[in-house]
Nanobody
């Protein structure tokens, strides 16, 4: 059973930085994509960054390019257990929202949510002075 657990959210002042983590475990897949999505208050959830399981391919939403960096640790065990990160710099109030990581076992490398079968519970990021 795939499990995704996010952490690292919190209250940050504008201009600050934050690193979110997504622990993924409980699976044995050769190819998949991890995506970070966010949902701002009163808005639809949107994808912001994607990474292939090897870490070789990444993709960013235009609105976050240059400020968000997605990365991963090497897997610790044969059965997944990898940690994925979303480093965010120059945080803006519009970055406020719940951040989710999700797994796409079909490796679509797209921001459309349909292929993402597994989701974490989310971590709250609040950017405010």
């Amino acid at each position: 059973q795939v499990r995704l657990v996010e952490s690292g959210g919190g209250l940050v002042q504008p201009g600050g930085s934050l690193r979110l983590s997504c622990l993924a475990y409980g699976f044995a897949l050769d190819d998949y994509v991890i995506g970070w999505f966010r949902q701002a208050p009163g808005k639809e959830r949107e994808g912001v960054a994607l990474i292939s399981n090897t870490g070789e391919n990444t993709r960013y939403q235009d609105s976050v390019k240059g400020r968000f960096t997605i990365s991963r640790d090497a897997p610790k065990t044969t059965y997944g257990e990898s940690t994925y990160y979303l480093q965010i710099h120059s945080l803006e109030p519009d970055d406020t929202g719940v951040y989710y990581c999700a797994m796409d076992p079909y490796s679509s490398m797209g921001f459309f949510e349909g292929p993402y079968d597994y989701w974490g519970q989310g971590t709250q990021v609040t950017v405010s002075s």
